[in-house]
């Protein structure tokens, strides 16, 4: 069995009296995708933001590659190979898709951002770029801005951006969000390519049971914070619990 290389503890978190995640415990193995689904308000993206440092936790901790990173901020918790997609685009709209993609190289490696650094001779970071580029397919749209975008490539590109990142834990937060039926399956396909390449760790926060199903190795639910099944997509899916409390509607759907 693949060591666990992301763990969270108890983890909590409070805003007045209302419990948003309530002392989740989950170990999260080195190649291996994980689908963390229920329904709307169940704390899935809050719990997402905790491990990555958006929110501070009220108790509990993360563990990443065996070191406590609860205490950390978002940067250093990057630092430390936690990748992070988030639902809305974050991204450079004013800068071209390669300009976008070069700044992350960059900082990986240590030479601050600027620009001007960029453009003068360090032509390696550029080739870099367009390594990730090609792997997303967005290469001929080097030189566009990113504001010039769909919405689609848009979320394309910000999946290269986190795998220009190189991290050990990669972050999914409904990544075709917004996206449509024609642009979906190109950001699936990456998804996939990144489980099948690699030993990292993926999680995935996603609505559509089919993209589960096709996914995942196993799925978490949480249900008002709290954990409410942990298993193989099978089993979890098949559950009277999840069937009926959870996810209904859903699976009636697929």
């Known amino acids: 069995m ?32 994980t689908a963390i689904v229920g329904p709307n308000g169940a704390g899935k993206t809050t719990y997402f933001n905790l491990i990555s440092g958006q929110i501070a936790a009220s ?7 065996g070191q406590d990173i609860s205490r950390l901020s978002v940067a250093a ?20 898709v390669l300009e976008n993609v070069r700044l ?27 390594v990730v580029l090609e792997r997303v397919r967005l290469d001929r749209l080097r030189d566009h801005k ?7 490539n848009q979320r394309k590109l910000e999946v290269a951006m986190l795998i220009a990142l190189e991290p050990k834990v990669y972050m999914f937060d409904e990544p075709t969000a ?4 024609d642009e979906a399956p190109v950001v699936l396909d990456l ?26 190795d196993r799925i978490v639910v949480l249900h008002n914070g709290a954990l409410a099944a942990d298993g193989p997509p099978a089993e979890v899916m098949a559950s009277d619990i999840v069937q009926e409390a959870y996810m209904g509607r859903e699976l009636e759907d697929v």
Do not use: W, Y
């Open 2 to 33: 693949s060591q666990t290389l992301l763990e969270t503890a108890g983890l909590t978190v409070r805003f007045g009296g209302h419990v948003a995640v309530d002392a989740v415990s989950c170990a999260f193995r080195a190649g291996e995708l």
């Open 104 to 130: 992350v190289i960059q900082g990986r490696r240590g030479r601050g951002f600027s620009l001007f650094s960029m453009a003068s001779a360090e032509f390696e970071l550029t080739d870099a770029a367009l």
């Open 59 to 65: 108790s509990g901790t993360v563990t990443l590659a």
């Open 77 to 96: 918790r990057c630092e430390r190979g936690l990748g992070r997609a988030f639902q809305l685009t974050n991204l450079f709209p004013n800068l071209t």
């Open 191 to 216: 998804i996939a390519e990144l489980k099948r390449d690699s030993d990292a760790t993926i999680l995935l926060v996603e609505h559509k049971m089919d993209v589960i199903r096709t996914l995942a």
């Open 178 to 181: 917004g996206m449509s039926v």
């Open 146 to 152: 990113v504001a010039e975008l769909s919405h689609g």
